[in-house]
DNA sequence: CTAAATAGAACTTATTTAGTACTATAAAGG
DNA sequence: CCTTTATAGTACTAAATAAGTTCTATTTAG
């Protein structure tokens, strides 16, 4: 089955949560109440968006995390790429050079790359905000 | 990383090589010398093709397998499927109703079946033959 | 100086995927 | 009608990956 991660599933989850009111700071623990995710992976997930430049943070006493832009300027595809790495299918696409095992003899190299720019674009083009404000249907205008 | 298993890709190299010969029975273990991929896994792959309606077997001596279909009529989402089950980027999608932790509390219930849509389509659209005469060209002109 | 928070890395466990082995069935040919 | 060569199907094992946990360091308000 193609999927993302559970970590990138619960990260849209949070960055849903924080996109509820995008000025307050809140803290891991916090998130981790009002989702219901255990406590240490919300932390690792925020650590992991922050360093992305999708979250800012404040540390120390009064400290928390909340969204660097607004949801309608987060590409779904930055949440993905961030918590699960490049988006290709498969190993020996574009660039990706390492652990092909037939690479000598593959007859297909390279072949992937379009159906990976395609998946690419798609989620690139959908923000947090219209993945949150009504799923299906805006997503099917651009099909 | 979003990524297709190493059998739907091991997949997609073994119809490669049958399509080369549309006509011919080949034998797994003649596939498995020319792919150079190894044998127990050519045969499982075979035979789950086969059972998925793509390929057709023959059993018994001078038996084999060949195309069920010629390659422009088989939708590279039909390998993905036969091999890796649905496409579906998260577990709470469409139809797909176990092992959601969190589904009571879930703010995003079916906000994913947008784009779990449009890259099936887009898989769908694509077939073999495409994926196989000219690699990148075909499929960026439909994107 | 203390308490409450994030930062970062290392480690362990769980889950999933890939690979292997074994048994059954079918067909061709002497 | 028996042997050989092939697929069909299932169950098991091992390896790779992902998830989760823990620990230490750093920052800041009071």
New binding site residues.
């Given amino acids: ?1 193609i ?8 990260g849209v989850l949070i960055l849903a949560e924080l996109a509820r009111e995008p000025e307050a ?7 981790s109440d009002t989702t219901g ?5 919300v ?2 997930i ?2 992991t968006l ?2 992305a430049g999708i ?1 800012r ?9 909340l969204l660097q832009k607004t949801a309608d300027q987060i590409p779904v595809a930055a949440i993905i790429t961030a ?3 490049p988006i290709c299918l498969t190993a020996c696409a574009d660039g990706v050079e390492d ?1 092909c ?1 037939v690479r000598e003899t593959c007859s297909l190299k390279g072949r992937w790359n379009g159906v990976n720019a395609l998946i690419k674009s798609a989620l690139e083009a959908m923000t947090l905000a219209e993945l949150l404000e009504s799923g299906t249907e805006k997503v099917q205008k651009k099909a």
């Fill in positions: 089955m999927k993302i991660s559970r970590m990138a599933d619960y700071l809140r803290t891991a623990s916090g998130l995710l255990p406590e240490p992976t932390a690792k925020l650590k922050t360093g979250l943070s404040a540390r120390g006493v009064n400290g928390g995390y918590l699960d790495g652990s095992a």
